[in-house]
């Protein structure tokens, strides 16, 4: 079992910035991929970005690169998700996810996650 809690969401102008946190427990080490999804009122949840614990490679949904960036600490099992540049279309409820089966790369479909966080809520203002 792998518990995920988020955090870091909340209200902020168009142009902002906000860091959303995501602390992994329970068996870790057995997490191969973690990523962030998003779900916005009325749409589908959708991959955002995910990094590999081992390596760390990143993958980015085309609709935040160069925005967004991921990263990790293998210490405090605890994966962030950096936002710059935000716009009102990245307002959604902010998910964290693990996949402990083993892959070479990081996934980008919900159903390939088996572990999921409660979610944060980020509102981007116009």
């Known amino acids: 079992q792998v518990q995920l809690v988020e955090s870091g969401g909340g209200l902020v102008q168009a142009g902002g910035s906000l860091r959303l946190s995501c602390a992994a427990s329970?068996?870790?080490?057995?997490?191969?991929?973690m990523g962030w999804f998003r779900q916005a009122p009325g749409k589908e949840r959708e991959f955002v970005a995910g990094i590999m614990w081992s390596g760390g490679r990143t993958y980015f949904a085309d609709s935040v690169k160069g925005r967004f960036s991921i990263s990790k600490d293998n210490e405090k099992n605890t994966v962030a998700l950096r936002m710059n540049s935000l716009k009102p279309e990245d307002s959604a409820v902010y998910y964290c996810?693990?996949?402990?089966?083993?892959?070479?790369?990081?996934?980008?479909?919900?159903?390939?996650?088996?572990?999921w966080g409660q979610g944060t809520q980020v509102t981007v203002s116009s």
């Open positions: 996810a693990a996949r402990t089966l083993w892959t070479a790369a990081v996934l980008t479909r919900e159903h390939e996650y088996d572990y």
């Open positions: 329970g068996r870790t080490f057995s997490s191969y991929v």
